[in-house]
């Protein structure tokens, strides 16, 4: 079972809020929605739901076009990042109420919510009511009122978002799990790479109202398709420069080129945009291939066993994140080492030519 | 453990409203207890009568109507315009560029006056000469408020609902503004019907508000005084005399100011303890 958007646009008045957008989802494992706030994630969940109906464009499911198919005739459930639950039913009643709207018989009913509430491990709280939980009990209860109906085709949007650190990698770990034996389409929405990164399955990065690029989250990652892609899986922000490469040197500036990597070595002379990841530039020098490059102390963020330098590197700013505690003084002029192996390569239309 | 420093100038914070509350609550209401204990003839001469006063307001079936019609009329003003409010508010847009003529159009009636009002809805139901009046009796009813008990509280009613709906439109509209649009989008995954959204998401949403539009319109339709006293004088007969009208008639007509202000202490802890019952019932389940 699968959802497949055809050419699905939506026009909200003279705005466009999604582009042509063409997808098919993988039908195991997560299929990740990565973008920033407003890329149009949730606008998108909207189409794939029935909530919204596109403006062009076709919505298939499970080898049916349902196009306009209104939500309620659909087998779908979501979870919203704010906490939806019924303010005056009990945590019991929320879960049900899917159930009850199809008509399902008591006994039934019952054994179910129990067997849902167990494995969210919200059965103490069953006789309560959301406003007596805690964000993270509230969360529980509307996953288990999207569980507890086997869906078609689970919306989470940024379910996550709204909870504690804590609660969030608990959640995180358990969410792969509780879909694992189930034959239903997942679609998670989150603005973070690293979360797309742990929950694994496929990726589709949004920038503005498009996809940019849809596959194996790992494999995004590792070969974003374009600047954009890059762009939108990095964070912190991916370092960017232009570039140009002359017989077998890449050239930054005056003072710094260096050898090229021979992993690129079938890249044409001409300009690029060089993208390099944060975590591949360091304080600390690592093989001799690393390449020397000046900058000026902006900012240092020292968390626990990581450092995040921001430094200027003459006419833009670079990040670098390494191990260890580098407490930088601020306009002090500090060496940096990049991996000259790990870089990725950008045509002047922004497409990656070489990573 | 250090002792603390015992001090009491912050006792002059609280001078201001101590002063405040004495000279706009404690004394006024002061004056009226000692009326209500006393007989006076005029000249500062006072008498000590206990609770007479009481005894004989209670007893009196003057009062007993007039409490019956106050009941009466404010029962079927949360009846009608509670469930009217909700239900305008519900048709009211929620975007666009309607919003700012609705809620002008809502606000409006509020900001007109209670005398006013009152005159408007006089002139507007006169039999002969009001378009209300007139076009009833064209229309082959048989229409005067002046004279007939019935038609006098169709108006005042009518009248009220005009002046207050508004209110509960406004309240119950913020309310239903503040549900984020993601509980709708779940109900209609849920596949919940229009009824449902409602019995489920909006009311309990609107819970708070509509606790207060209760509250306000049961104090205010209770006290109730200028519009009826404008519209209809308390008539014809003693139809629409309610409680406050009753009591300027005992105070300012009659000039029995003992039985007047044993009768306003008895209208006040009327008032206050049904906002209190109402309260406590409808927050019992948010305290837990």
Known sequence: ?355 | MATKTTNQKAWLFVIPVVLLVAFNAVIPLMTVVNYSVQETFGDNVFFWEGVKWFEQVLQSERFHAALGRQLVFTSIILLVEIPLGIAVALTMPRKGPWVSVCLVLMALPLLIPWNVVGSMWNIFALPETGLLGKGLNVLGFDYNFTRQPLAAWFTTILMDVWHWTSLVVLLAYAGLCSIPDAFYQAAKIDGAGRWAIFRFIQLPKMKRVLTIAILLRFMDSFMIYTEPFVLTGGGPGNTTTFLSIDLVKVALGQFDLGPAAAMSLIYFLIVLLVCWVFYTLMMKDEVE
């Open chain 1, 1 to 355: 079972m699968t959802l497949i958007l055809k050419d699905v646009t939506l026009n909200v008045g003279a705005e466009t809020h999604i582009y042509p957008t063409s997808v098919e989802l993988a039908e195991h494992g997560f299929n990740i929605l990565l973008g920033t706030t407003l890329a149009g994630k949730t606008t998108l969940m909207q189409l794939m739901a029935g909530l919204v109906k596109p403006t062009s464009g076709e919505v298939w499911f499970d080898g049916k076009n349902v196009t306009g198919v209104p939500v309620q005739k659909r087998n779908v459930s979501m979870v919203h990042q704010q906490f939806i639950n019924y303010p005056n039913m009990t945590v019991f009643e929320n879960i049900a109420s899917p159930l009850r709207v199809v008509g399902m018989e008591r006994s039934k009913l019952q054994k179910r919510v129990e067997h849902i509430a167990e494995l969210l491990k919200m059965t103490p709280m069953l006789g309560r009511k959301p406003n007596e939980l805690s964000g993270g009990q509230q969360q529980r209860t509307a996953l288990a009122r999207a569980l507890v109906k086997d869906a078609d085709l689970v919306l989470l949007d940024e379910p996550l978002a709204n909870l504690d650190f804590k609660l969030r990698e608990e959640l995180r770990e358990e969410l792969p799990k509780m879909f694992e034996h189930r034959g239903c389409c997942v679609v998670y929405a989150t603005t973070e790479p690293m979360e797309s990164l742990l929950l694994g399955g496929h990726t589709a990065s949004l920038h503005e109202g498009r996809i940019t690029q849809f596959g194996e989250t790992e494999k995004i990652y590792r070969k974003p398709a374009d600047l954009k892609s890059a762009r939108v899986f990095s964070d912190p922000p991916i370092n960017t420069a232009s570039v140009s490469k002359k017989g077998a040197r890449i050239v930054l500036n005056d003072e710094v080129s260096w050898q090229i990597h021979e992993r690129y070595k079938d890249l044409a002379d001409g300009p690029y945009t060089l993208g390099i990841r944060p975590h591949h530039i360091s304080p600390v020098k690592s093989t001799e291939e690393n390449v020397h490059i000046e900058g000026k102390i902006l900012v240092t963020e020292l968390s626990g066993s990581e450092s995040t330098i921001h430094f200027d590197i003459g006419d833009q700013a670079w990040v670098s994140q390494s191990l260890g505690i580098h407490p930088f003084e601020l306009g002090a002029r500090k060496s940096f080492y990049i991996q000259t192996d790990k870089c990725l390569f950008f045509d002047i239309s922004e497409q990656l030519v070489a990573a």
